[in-house]
């Protein structure tokens, strides 16, 4: 570095040719121009640029880079303010040597002579093409599916408002078709994601194949696709359309290898106005009109409907009931004990919910599958677990020590955090874990195996036991079964109702428990002649109206101490 103190004046002017050297090499693309715009010189970033060197633009008008895309005015313009302020910038199309044009941002300044007058002008041309590319490709995101290259859901919503609104001005119908490839869950298991994503983009061209005019097509993401016609001319025209959707996806598809794969869709249907007058309106109720079609048997069409708008409102209505009910004190919990069959003592008791409203018990199948669609089966499941925490401690201040079984539904089990939600109760209201056990029907179990066990595994790290409730309804693989770290497996009483007539499946279930050394319990027992049975066959436990029907804390409590106990500690 230079010392500044001791630099005469002389030696702190920078030397001419290093101006000039800068030009050269520097990157921004420079011009110099005589006042008329005649290029006098151009630097080596110019000549990269615009694939003219120095020697081939020298002479020539400014324009020899200008693309021809820009009107009259918009020059004048530039003239205008050059000559009045002696500089300009703004984006323009500029055209290279070889053709082709490119978006810059230019700049140029004027620079004047002795007498004031602008004798020279100084450009630089900054190439745009990558930034507006990336623009671009922002834009194109926001606005469009990757895979299918459909529009996606923004780009449905702003179309939509838009049609809606163009349609109530002229009074014409439009039509959502909301469309979901069926069991496309089990392609993408068994094919693997990328080629779930082959077959999506090949369903997405043939709907797309179907597009008339003023029609348009989205993906919504998943396997799910929107419809939008614009203008319905009459029902006829909506089943029309509905049955060319089905029909198009009729031929096998093809993977790449040759191998064949049927896809069915189903489809759910939604007018404008009659079904709603608001795009999330519409597009929810061609939604629940498609979940009807799914019902139905899939590979089908349903339209939204006075059926299903009641049924919506009734689950809303149930909803708010729940969240109401939850700050009221409406619910409750029953306990009912199960019984170890050869001493006729409780090993432990299921805690079931109750919904007490206006003087009546709501069925908990009425309204937990209302709650699963919401997060409100996350407070049901917090106020259950906070009773049975609660229930313990009044049994231990009797001396007694009987684990409770809670239930929990497929939606709760399969939650993200559920094991950390039990963490968390299990910290704040401190019972011992070992008299905690989450009851999981067969079919929840079965719905994801990897997920399941390590869910599992987690709960049973937090000291939590397992069950498999309604046993025999789900289809289990035994080899899966034998891997879940579960104590007990609960019989569904349809078999516990067949046993009288055939005891086959009861006595295989109780076979596979014995050889699994996992705890069986037979549910719904009535009778008698059923325990028998059941104590023949091997049966460890039971449950059921024989010993004692879900009741309230203190009717078990009395249970519990005229009939005593069998406990785990
Ligand atoms: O007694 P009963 O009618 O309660 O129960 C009907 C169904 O509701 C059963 O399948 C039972 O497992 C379920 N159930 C009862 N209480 C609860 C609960 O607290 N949580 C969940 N998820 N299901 C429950
Ligand atoms: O699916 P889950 O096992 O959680 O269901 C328990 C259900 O079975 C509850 O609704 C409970 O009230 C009911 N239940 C328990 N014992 C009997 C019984 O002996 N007979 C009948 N019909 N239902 C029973
Ligand atoms: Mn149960």
Same mark, same amino acid.
């Not at 500089?87 to 004031?116: C, H, M, T």
């Not at 008791?349 to 997060?375: C, T, Y």
């Given at each position: ?17 290093l ?20 290029? /006098? ?21 400014? $324009? ?16 205008? #303010? ?14 290279? @040597? ?21 004798? &020279? ?45 163009? $349609?109530q001005?002229?009074?014409?119908v ?13 392609? $993408? ?13 090949? #369903? ?34 909506? &089943? ?5 959707l ?51 048997? @899939? ?26 009910? /939850? ?11 199960k ?32 709650a ?6 996350? $407070? ?9 925490c ?47 056990e989450f ?17 599992m ?40 109702d ?15 428990? @014995? ?21 023949q ?31 785990p500690?």
């Amino acid at each position: 570095m230079p010392h500044v103190a001791n630099t005469s004046s002389h030696d702190r002017n920078v030397p001419a040719a290093l101006f000039k050297q800068l030009f050269d090499t520097t990157a921004e693309s420079m011009v110099i121009t005589d006042r008329n715009g005649i290029i /006098l010189e151009v630097n080596q970033a110019f000549s990269e640029l615009c694939g003219y060197s120095a020697e081939e633009a020298r002479g020539h008008n400014m $324009n020899l880079v200008g693309s021809g895309r820009h009107d009259q005015a918009f020059y004048q313009e530039m003239w205008h #303010a050059l000559r009045h302020h002696g500089r300009w910038e703004g984006n323009i199309w500029n055209k290279k @040597k070889d053709g082709s044009l490119y978006p810059a941002w230019l700049f140029i300044n004027g620079l004047v002579d002795q007498d004031g007058q602008i004798a &020279y002008f100084f450009a630089s041309i900054r190439d745009m093409s990558e930034l507006r590319k990336r623009e671009r490709q922002v834009a194109f995101l926001a606005y469009y599916d990757i895979l299918t290259r459909l529009p996606n859901r923004t780009s449905l919503l702003k179309a939509l408002a838009k049609a809606i609104i163009h $349609n109530q001005e002229s009074g014409q119908v439009l039509t959502v078709f909301c469309i979901d490839i069926d069991n496309f869950k089990l392609i $993408n298991d068994v094919f693997g994601p990328s080629q779930g994503d082959v077959l999506l983009a090949q #369903a997405a061209k043939r709907l797309q194949s179907l597009l008339r005019d003023g029609d348009s097509l989205y993906r919504l993401g998943g396997d799910e696709f929107m419809y939008l016609m614009q203008e319905t001319s009459d029902e006829a025209a909506v &089943y029309l359309m509905a049955n060319r959707l089905l029909d198009v996806m009729k031929e096998p598809f093809l993977f790449e290898e040759g191998r064949k794969v049927f896809l069915n869709i189903s489809i759910g249907i939604s007018n404008c106005p009659a079904d709603g007058e608001a795009p999330q309106e519409l597009l929810r109720n061609a939604d629940l009109a498609m979940h009807k079609a799914k019902r139905e048997g @899939k590979n089908r069409y349903a339209v939204y409907n006075q059926s299903i708008r009641a049924m919506q409102q009734q689950r809303f209505r149930t909803e708010s009931g729940i969240r109401a009910g /939850l700050h009221k004190g409406e619910f409750l919990v029953h306990y009912q004990p199960k019984v170890h069959i050869a001493s006729r003592k409780t090993t432990s008791m299921e805690a079931l919910i109750r919904w007490q409203k206006n003087g009546r018990l709501v069925r908990p199948d009425l309204f937990i599958p209302i709650a699963e669609e919401s997060n409100l089966i996350d $407070n049901l499941c917090i106020f259950v677990m906070e009773n049975a925490c609660s229930f313990l401690g009044t049994l231990k201040t009797h001396q007694v020590a009987v684990p409770i079984s809670i239930n929990i539904s497929p939606r709760q089990f399969h939650n993200l955090d559920f094991v950390d939600l039990t963490e968390g109760l299990l910290k704040q209201h401190n019972p011992d874990p070992r008299l905690l056990e989450f009851e999981i029907t067969e079919r929840t179990a079965m719905q994801d195996a990897k997920h399941t066990l390590r869910i599992m595994h987690n709960l049973r790290q937090l000291g939590v036991a397992l069950s498999i409730d309604d046993f025999g309804t789900g289809y289990s693989s035994l080899a899966y079964l034998g891997k879940m770290p579960v104590q007990t497996l609960k019989i569904d009483k349809q078999f516990i109702d067949e046993m009288e007539d055939n005891d086959g499946i009861v006595s295989t279930i109780i076979a596979i428990c @014995k050889q699994m050394r996992i705890n069986v319990v037979a549910e719904g027992v009535e009778k008698e002649t059923q325990l028998a049975q059941l104590a023949q066959l091997g049966c460890d436990e039971a449950q059921g109206y024989l010993f004692c029907r879900p009741e309230p804390e203190d009717i078990i409590l009395r249970y519990l101490q005229s009939h005593g106990i069998r406990s785990p500690l």
